[in-house]
């Protein structure tokens, strides 16, 4: 396969010391702020993952309609790392950890009503509102 069909990632924009998705679960909380790198859109989020692939959406638009959220993001490109800032909104469920049930497609939940338990599951998404975003390659793109 070419190089064009898999996003490169800007390892060096993103330290292997920083923290990833997978340790914000362990820890039990999620930042505000977060350095991932850009995947691509779908339906009204943005995703983005980490050094290890785990992911979080962000929503940037309140639905379909919402043209001016589009003009927004036109700067995003895959595989480039960004600097993100977000509130919590909730998560895809994914998998159930109290019940043990699967949900194929995902079902979204909002913050007050998620359990503690899934919340921070390894097999949940967490899902922020997107505030604002900035490239973590500027300096790069000025040489």
Do not use: C
């Amino acid at each position: 396969m070419t190089q064009a069909l898999f996003p490169q990632k800007y390892e060096k924009d993103i330290s292997t010391r920083d923290k990833r998705i997978g340790e914000y679960k362990k820890q039990k909380t999620f930042p505000d702020d977060w350095k991932l790198f850009y995947r691509g859109k779908e339906s009204d989020y943005v995703v983005f993952y980490d050094l290890d692939g785990n992911e979080v959406y962000f929503q940037y638009r309140r639905d379909e309609l919402d043209r001016e959220a589009e003009r927004k993001i036109i700067g995003l490109f895959q595989g480039q790392a960004y600097r993100l800032k977000g509130r919590y909104k909730g998560i895809l469920l994914y998998r159930d950890e109290k019940n043990g049930i699967n949900h194929r497609p995902p079902i979204f939940q909002e913050g007050s009503s998620i359990l503690e338990e899934n919340k921070f599951s390894g097999s949940n998404v967490p899902v922020f509102v997107l505030i604002s975003f900035e490239s973590t390659s500027l300096d790069e793109v000025i040489k």
